[in-house]
C-alpha cells in the first residue's frame, strides 16, 4: 500500500511570506503529527491531530498551525517565516494514533526560507 | 518530564565489525521505545520496537535492542556492520496515548572499509 506522502519535497520561500505544508497519511490512518528537524534542535514535536482534532501541540510559537481533514490528510501552515525555521519537516501517520502503535513517517518537506 | 539521551553523537566502525549505539531515556511509566534510522534528506525508517515482554527485540536488517529497565536503557546492537548502514539512528521514546515521540538527539554512524 501507499505510504506516508509529503508535498511539495522542497520549499524556497522568503522571510515574511507564508507556506503551507501537505502530509498525505497511509490509507485509513487517523493520525498524524508534525516535527521540525534540525542540525541544533533535532526532531521536535509540532502538534498530532486525530480524527481532526488537535489532540496535543508542541512548544512552538502561534505562527504554527495546523489542521486535518476528514480523509485525514493534513496540512500545516507557518506564517511570518523566519530564517530559523528553515529546516526539515517530517510527518508520521499511525492507524490509532497510539504510543504502541507504530508510526509511518513520510520523506519530509525541506523548507529554505532566504 | 519524559527525554531520551543519545551520548555518542558520531560513531565510526569497520565493516564487518559489531556495532552498539546507546540510548537512556527518561519516563514517567513502562516506555514504549523505538530505534529509527534516516539516511540524508530521507524520512525516519522503523528498525524496532519495545512495547513489554522480552526485553531482546529484533529489528529489521539484522538490528537488535535489549530494554534494561534497571539502566533505563535501550542500546541498539548490531553483530556485523555493512556498508550500507552508514546512516543517523535515532531512539525514541512513544506517548502512550498519542501519536507523539520524544527522540534522542542522533548517532551518526560512519562505516569505513
Known amino acids: 500500500k501507499a505510504g506516508v506522502t509529503q508535498t511539495p519535497r522542497y520549499l524556497i520561500k522568503t522571510r515574511g511570506q507564508q507556506v503551507t505544508l501537505s502530509c498525505s497519511p497511509i490509507s485509513g490512518h487517523r493520525s498524524v503529527s508534525w516535527y521540525q528537524q534540525t542540525p541544533g534542535q533535532g526532531l521536535q514535536f509540532l502538534f498530532e491531530y486525530f480524527s481532526e482534532t488537535q489532540r496535543n501541540k508542541g512548544n512552538f510559537p502561534g505562527r504554527f498551525s495546523g489542521r486535518q481533514f476528514s480523509n485525514s490528510r493534513s496540512e500545516m501552515n507557518v506564517s511570518t517565516l523566519e530564517l530559523g525555521d528553515s529546516a526539515l519537516y517530517l510527518c508520521?501517520?499511525?492507524?490509532?494514533?497510539?504510543?504502541?502503535?507504530?508510526?509511518?513517517f513520510g520523506q519530509g518537506t525541506r523548507l529554505t526560507v532566504v | 518530564a519524559q527525554s531520551v539521551t543519545q551520548p555518542d553523537i558520531h560513531i565510526t566502525v569497520s565493516e564487518g565489525a559489531s556495532l552498539e549505539l546507546r540510548c537512556n531515556y527518561s519516563y514517567g511509566a513502562t516506555p514504549y521505545l523505538f530505534w529509527y534510522v534516516q539516511s540524508p534528506g530521507q524520512g525516519l525508517q522503523l528498525l524496532l520496537k519495545y512495547f513489554s515482554g522480552d526485553t531482546l527485540v529484533q529489528g529489521i536488517k539484522g538490528f537488535e535492542a535489549e530494554f534494561k529497565r534497571s539502566q533505563s536503557s535501550f542500546n541498539l546492537r548490531k553483530p556485523s556492520v555493512h556498508w550500507s548502514d552508514a546512516a543517523e539512528y535515532f531512539c525514541a521514546v512513544g506517548e502512550y496515548n498519542f501519536n507523539k515521540f520524544y527522540f534522542g538527539s542522533g548517532t551518526k554512524l560512519n562505516v569505513k572499509p
Open positions: 508520521a501517520s499511525s492507524l490509532e494514533g497510539q504510543g504502541r502503535t507504530e508510526a509511518f
